[in-house]
Each structure stands twice: as C-alpha cells, then as structure tokens.
C-alpha cells in the first residue's frame, strides 16, 4: 500500500512568530531550514514511506527532488483537506502528515506512526503538553476532517469518534517535540550541548 509522507510548512517569513522574543527573523528562517531539512532526511529513510512532498506557498530552500504541494493560503486544515485529494488521485493510499519542526523525530517514531495507522485507520501523535497534534497518519481517500490548530487533540480525537474510530494514540519523545515556544528552543538548546559533550568526538 502506498504511503506518502505530508509535510506543511509555511512561507519563510510568517514560520515560528513566537519565538521573536529571543530570535530574529534571519535566525528564524535558519531555524525553520534546519529542522526541515531534519524531518526531510528521516523521511527519506523510512521504509514505510514511499516518496514525500511538502504543502507551502512557496519553494524557497527545499531540494529539488521534492514534490511542492502549492498552499493557496486558505488555511493548513483546508489545504491539507486538497492535498490529500490530490495525492489519491495518483494513487496514494495512504499518507502521513508530520510537521516540520520536529528537531528530534527519529525514523522509528514514523514507523511507528505508519504502522499504527494501519491497524486503527488513524493514528495520531500528541505534542508534549498533550494539547496540539504534532503528525496523522490516515488512509487515503478519507472523511477526516483535520483540525490542527491550539487544542487539536482532542478536536482530532473526537473527529475520529465521529467517524467510528478510535485512533492510536503514538506518545513517543521525538514525534511529540515540536519548537513554538522559548523554552522549547531552550530545551533543544540544551539536548543539542548534552549531545555534543556525549559524542567520542567532544571527548
């Protein structure tokens, strides 16, 4: 079966506007960039996923070899809604939306989201607090309506319900690490010094 990985992002300039406090635009853009390019490269060795495209309104620093979806600026939840539809209309069967600020994300927690999928129609991983959705992994074509947005947890879960399901819930560290906040950047700051004084290298 067929399954794509979905990745919106949003135009460079308009990307992680809650972390002004502590980072100008250019180091906002560079943010972006990174982890981007982080969830693309863990896609890209998923054997689950089988090709990958991003939603935006524009291009900017995305690899060639990667399928753009065009966000026509009507909000993500409607623009999801016609991506989706595009990809089943080339014969994707199934389709994981992981976000692009997943620092952390691990190609085994996308498995895991896959594979979840596959035994409940749709799984869904929780962001760390427990209210926003950071990845949905559903069967293509689908009724669901996506809700991403403050409190989408509970608005995916009962989206589910109303559809007669009960999706799985994937809970794991690196698919729930999403960066919005300072302190969220604070504490990636922080993963990344603890890495780096654990690597052989640094010894």
């Known amino acids: 079966m067929s399954c794509w990985a979905l990745v919106p992002v949003k135009a460079r300039t308009e990307g992680k506007r809650r972390l002004s406090p502590v980072l100008d635009e250019d180091g906002r853009i560079c943010l972006v960039r990174a982890m981007l390019e982080h969830v693309l490269s863990v ?16 291009r900017d620093a995305l690899p060639a070899n990667i399928r753009l979806l065009p966000d026509a600026g ?41 594979e979840a999928s596959q035994l409940s129609g749709i799984a ?48 794991l560290p690196g698919l729930a690490f999403d960066v919005d906040e300072p302190d969220d950047l604070a504490l990636l700051k922080t993963h990344a010094a603890a890495s780096a004084s654990s690597s052989p290298g640094e010894r």
């Open 43 to 58: 896609l890209a060795t998923c054997p689950g996923v089988d090709d990958i495209a991003v939603l935006t309104p524009e």
């Open 74 to 114: 009507r909000g993500v939840n409607e623009a999801l809604r016609e991506a989706l539809q595009t990809l089943g209309r080339v014969g994707v069967k199934r389709v994981a939306i992981v976000a692009a600020d997943l620092p952390l994300v691990s190609p085994d927690e996308v498995e895991s989201l896959v």
């Open 124 to 171: 869904i991983a929780p962001d760390r607090r427990g209210g926003g959705t950071n990845a949905v992994c559903v069967t293509v074509p689908t009724p669901f309506e996506f809700h991403f947005g403050p409190g989408s947890l509970v608005r995916h879960v009962a989206e589910a319900a109303k559809l007669g399901v009960t999706p799985a819930i994937v809970a």
